[in-house]
């Protein structure tokens, strides 16, 4: 569960078993879909540094 300013990642995968990662930042309200986890650790590290 997220609490006020952290953002939502959500794991998803196609039909065709491809994992998509969801991102929801509360602060900028802006969304991101990513396609592997290291990318978005790479824009956590962003969001955060």
Known sequence: ???G???KITIKKNDQGE???HV???LTRNKDLFTS???VR????K???
Do not use: H, K, S
């Not at 790479?42 to 590290?45: S, T």
């Open 1 to 3: 569960m997220t609490q």
């Open 5 to 7: 300013n952290e953002p």
């Open 19 to 21: 994992v998509f990662y």
């Open 24 to 26: 929801y930042d509360p």
């Open 37 to 39: 986890e290291q990318d």
């Open 42 to 45: 790479v824009w956590l590290e």
């Open 47 to 49: 969001r955060y540094g």
